[in-house]
C-alpha cells in the first residue's frame, strides 16, 4: 500500500503534530476551548481537512470503533476559526457532488423523523419513512466498494478501518428499529429514534468535513470519471443522476448499458409512455380525453381529477377489505397524506391509541348496525369536523367507508347573513346578491345593513388583530420592529406585519406548504426563522434574502 502523503503536496507533519497536541489536551480536559482555539491561531493559523486526515492516518495510533467514539461536532467548535468547511463547486454529477446530495436528502429525512417521533405513532407514517430511509444502503455500497478502495490504494486506509465500522453500526439500528416496526413494538421503537438521528448526523459530519474533500484532493479527474461507471451499476439514494454523462467506451458496452438501465433517472419517462400506449392497445387504458359514464353525467379522467383536487373538504376511501384505495390530494389538507397510504391496511393510518375505534366503526358499518360516525376536534382557534360514512351499492353491500375532513373555524365564525358577493380577498360587489335577482327597496336596505355589519365585522377583525400585536400594528413600526429579520425573529410577528406573505413562502421552499393547513395554527406562533431555516434546509441568510426579497417587491420598492 502507498503512501497518501505522495498525493497530498505542502503537508507540514510538525504542525500536524501540534494540532493533535491541542486536540488530545481539549479533548481530555486538560485544556479550555477559548485557550485551544488561541494557540491554534497562533501556531497552526490555517488547516485544510486533508490536514486532518493526514494527521489522523500517519500520526495517531488506530484504535478500534475510534470513528465512532470521535466527536466530530467537537472537533469542528475547536478548529471553526482555521479550518475550511465550505462545500466544494462540483458538477451535479460528479461521485463526489452525488454523496453531498444524497447527504442532503437524508438531513431531510432526519429532520421527518424528529417532527413524527412527536406524535403519537402512525404505523403508515412511519413505514413511509423508513421505506425511504431503505435507500441508505446504495449510498453506503458505492462508498465502501467505490471511494474506499480507490483512498485505500493510495495509502488512506483510515475510512476502511475505522469509518466502516461505523457504517455497519447505523446500518444494524436501523435494521432493528425496522423489525421493531414491523413487529408492533411501538414504545421501543420510538425510543431509538433519537439515536439514529444523532448517529446519521454524527456520520454524515464526518462524510462531508474529512472524507469527501480529503477524496477531492487525493484522487485525479480521470479516477473520478472512471468511478461513475461502477456508481451507476450500484445505484444512487434519494438523488436522480444524469447517465447520459456516464464515460464512453466500456460504458457503451453491454455492461454499461445495464448500468445505465439501473440509475434513478434512467429511461423511465419513455418506459411509463410506452407501458401505457400497450394497456390502452389491449383495452386497459382509456385514450386521452375519453368521457366516462358517471352516475349524473359523462366526465373525463382530467376532469375527474381536477374536481377532486379542488374539493372544499378532504376525502379517502377504504374498501370492503379495510384497504386504503383513494384521497383527495387537495392543497388545504387538514393532516399530510402521502400516496405510500395507497394499498395498505387502514388500520396502520391511525395511531395505536385508537385503532380500536378504527375496528369498531369498520364492524358497525360491515354489519349494517350503524351506516355513520362523526367526530370533531375543537381547540382555540381551530375547529375540524371529522366524519365516517359506510358506501353501500344497489343491493345493500357494504363496499367500503368514506371519510370526510373539514376545517370548518371559518365557517363556525360566521355569523348573521350575507347576500353580497364576496371575494376570498374580501371585495365586495356592491349591488350583487347571493340569487343574481333585483328585490327593489327591501333588499337594497338588507344589502346596505350587511354592508355595514361586514364593515363592523372587518373592524372588529383589525381591532382584534391590533391587540394581538400591537407592536406591528402600525405601518410606521412594522419595518421597525420586524427588519432586519433575525433567527430570533418570530414568523407569527412577521405575518402580523405582513399577512400576505404566509401565501408566498411556499414559493421559496415547499416545506412552508405545511403553513397552509389548519395545524399552522399550532406551528406558527412557535416558530422563528431560525427554525424555519432549520426545517427547510436553507441557510439562514439564503432564507432571510429571499424573505427580505418578497416583501420589497411586493411593497413596490
Not at 50 to 57: H, S
Not at 308 to 314: A, E, G, I, S, W
Not at 387 to 410: K, N, P, S
Request: charged share 30%.
Amino acid at each position: 500500500m502507498e503512501n497518501m502523503m505522495q498525493y497530498l503536496k505542502d503537508i507540514d507533519k510538525e504542525k500536524l503534530k501540534t494540532v493533535l497536541e491541542i486536540k488530545e489536551a481539549y479533548n481530555g480536559g486538560r485544556m479550555s476551548l477559548e485557550e485551544a482555539k488561541r494557540i491554534l491561531k497562533e501556531k497552526v493559523k490555517k488547516l485544510t481537512p486533508q490536514e486532518i486526515a493526514v494527521a489522523e492516518q500517519e500520526l495517531k495510533e488506530f484504535e478500534d470503533e475510534e470513528c465512532r467514539k470521535e466527536n466530530i461536532q467537537g472537533m469542528l467548535v475547536l478548529f471553526e476559526d482555521i479550518m475550511d468547511t465550505s462545500r466544494p463547486d462540483l458538477p451535479a454529477d460528479h461521485p463526489i457532488m452525488c454523496y453531498y446530495r444524497e447527504n442532503d436528502a437524508l438531513l431531510k429525512i432526519m429532520l421527518e423523523i424528529e417532527d413524527l417521533v412527536q406524535y403519537p405513532l402512525i404505523k403508515n407514517q412511519w413505514l413511509e419513512i423508513y421505506d425511504k430511509l431503505a435507500q441508505y444502503r446504495l449510498h453506503f455500497s458505492r462508498k465502501q466498494n467505490q471511494l474506499y478502495s480507490m483512498l485505500e490504494r493510495k495509502g488512506f486506509d483510515r475510512p476502511t478501518t475505522t469509518m466502516w465500522t461505523l457504517d455497519d453500526f447505523i446500518r444494524d439500528e436501523i435494521k432493528d428499529a425496522r423489525t421493531l416496526l414491523d413487529e408492533g413494538k411501538d414504545d421501543a421503537f420510538l425510543a431509538m429514534q433519537p439515536t439514529i438521528v444523532a448517529d446519521v448526523r454524527d456520520l454524515i459530519s464526518k462524510e462531508n468535513t474529512i472524507l469527501y474533500p480529503t477524496s477531492l484532493a487525493m484522487l485525479t479527474p480521470e479516477e473520478f470519471e472512471d468511478m461513475k461507471i461502477g456508481d451507476r451499476e450500484i445505484g444512487f439514494a434519494w438523488i436522480d443522476v444524469n447517465s447520459s454523462s456516464a464515460k464512453s467506451g466500456a460504458a457503451a458496452s453491454s455492461k454499461g448499458s445495464c448500468a445505465d438501465a439501473k440509475t434513478v433517472s434512467g429511461a423511465g419517462g419513455d418506459f411509463a409512455s410506452d407501458l401505457a400506449k400497450l394497456l390502452q392497445k389491449h383495452g386497459y387504458a382509456a385514450p386521452a380525453g375519453e368521457e366516462f359514464d358517471v352516475t349524473t353525467g359523462r366526465l373525463t379522467l382530467d376532469q375527474i381529477n381536477l374536481i377532486y383536487k379542488h374539493m372544499p373538504v378532504d376525502i379517502s376511501y377504504v374498501d370492503e377489505n379495510e384497504i386504503v384505495r383513494f384521497y383527495t390530494d387537495t392543497e388545504h389538507r387538514v393532516f399530510p397524506r402521502s400516496k405510500n397510504v395507497i394499498g395498505r391496511d387502514v388500520k396502520n393510518c391511525h395511531p395505536k391509541a385508537s385503532v380500536h375505534i378504527v375496528e369498531e366503526i369498520i364492524k358497525k358499518f360491515r354489519s349494517g348496525e350503524e351506516s355513520e360516525a362523526e367526530f370533531w376536534i375543537n381547540k382555540p382557534g381551530l375547529f375540524i369536523y371529522i366524519t365516517y360514512i359506510a358506501v353501500r351499492d344497489a343491493d345493500g353491500r357494504f363496499r367500503g367507508i368514506l371519510e370526510m375532513m373539514q376545517d370548518c373555524t371559518h365557517i363556525r365564525s360566521l355569523e348573521g347573513s350575507q347576500t353580497l358577493l364576496t371575494w376570498s380577498s374580501g371585495k365586495k360587489e356592491s349591488g350583487y346578491v347571493a340569487d343574481g335577482s333585483s328585490r327593489g327597496n327591501a333588499d337594497d336596505a338588507a344589502s346596505k345593513s350587511n354592508a355595514a355589519d361586514a364593515e363592523s365585522s372587518l373592524k372588529k377583525e383589525r381591532a382584534e388583530a391590533e391587540a394581538a400585536a400591537p407592536e406591528h400594528y402600525s405601518e410606521s413600526a412594522k419595518d421597525a420592529k420586524v427588519l432586519p429579520l433575525k433567527g430570533e425573529t418570530k414568523l407569527s410577528d412577521l405575518l402580523a406585519s405582513y399577512p400576505w406573505l404566509k401565501a408566498e413562502l411556499p414559493s421559496i421552499n415547499p416545506a412552508f406548504k405545511m403553513l397552509q393547513t389548519p395545524l399552522a395554527r399550532i406551528m406558527i406562533p412557535k416558530a422563528t426563522v431560525s427554525m424555519m431555516s432549520e426545517r427547510s434546509q436553507m441557510s439562514m441568510d439564503e432564507l432571510i434574502a429571499a424573505i427580505e426579497a418578497k416583501i420589497k417587491a411586493h411593497e413596490g420598492k
